[in-house]
């Protein structure tokens, strides 16, 4: 088996060994320095991740004689696992557990704690353990994206409006960050925005899906967001898209639009029982 075998396939249909590859792989360091960023990439798939892998990928973040990518990667492979985890219980039916263990789960979050607050790591590495430990809340969070998006240096502020899809509380920054000029943090704050249903984003979405230079990339984050916050306005843009000849742009609509009808059938019932 080697990486070929994972990129040229979807990972539901990687094979059994994967995990034991995955973790000879990472702990080999004689392999390339790109190819462990590959496979560290692999690792955080779910149908890959295990209580081994999540130990391997914490070595590499630690390991100050590896690159700034490669230590990346690694945190930013844990963040899956850490959001699986918290959709999901450690019950008495092995089928649904998690992938990993209550207690590596309650390891990565700790280790990634002690780590951001460890100013001595590059910034490149603390911006990604901080990408990564959102998509599992905890008290610190809050904290650190505000610290992030108040400094004024461009990379933390992508990392904090990023990190705003997972951490409540920061409409009035989402709403701010729209209007940024920088692509990639106005990127992030549509998506932002659509995730924490920021229903004062909505004319600046609208905006987005009416204007036909948008380019694919925030057409497709715009078409998401509305799905959350547009209501039967956006419900009659998303029709129109769903009909594209654009294959992909029309699946995105169908999708927000299950999404928008499926949060409105459990509003009505919210409704109906109180």
Not at 134 to 147: D, G
Request: aromatic share 6%; proline share 4%; net charge negative.
């Amino acid at each position: 088996m080697d990486l070929l075998v994972l990129q040229i396939n979807e990972p539901w249909q990687w094979p059994p060994e994967t995990s034991d590859f995955l973790h000879e792989f990472l702990t080999d360091r004689s392999n390339e320095e790109s190819d462990l960023i590959e496979a560290a990439g692999f690792a955080g798939e779910i149908v890959a991740i295990n209580d081994r892998l999540c130990d391997d990928l914490l070595v590499l973040i630690t390991d100050a004689s590896r690159s700034d990518e490669l230590r990346g990667m690694a945190a930013i492979s844990l963040g899956p696992v850490l959001e699986e985890c918290d959709l999901t219980e450690w019950d008495d039916d092995p089928l649904d557990h998690p992938p990993i263990t209550e207690e590596t789960f309650d390891k990565i979050k700790d280790s990634l704690h002690r780590l951001y607050d460890d100013s001595k790591l590059p910034k490149q590495v603390r911006r990604r353990i901080l990408e990564a430990s959102v998509r599992s809340e905890a008290n610190w969070h809050a904290a650190a994206v505000e610290a992030a998006y108040a400094s004024g240096d461009r990379e933390w502020m992508l990392t904090a409006v990023f990190t705003m899809r997972y951490v409540d509380g920061f409409d009035r920054q989402i709403l701010e960050a729209l209007k940024n000029p920088d692509p990639e943090i106005h990127m992030e704050a549509v998506q932002a925005a659509g995730a924490q249903e920021v229903e004062g984003a909505w004319p600046h979405i609208r905006a987005i899906l009416k204007n036909r230079k948008t380019s694919e990339d925030l057409l497709f984050a715009a078409i998401e967001s509305a799905g959350y916050i547009g209501g039967e306005e956006a419900m009659e843009l998303l029709e129109e898209f769903s009909e594209s000849e654009n294959e992909d742009i029309a699946a995105a609509a169908e999708e927000a639009l299950t999404y928008a009808n499926l949060d409105d059938d459990i509003g009505e019932e919210d409704d109906e029982e109180e």
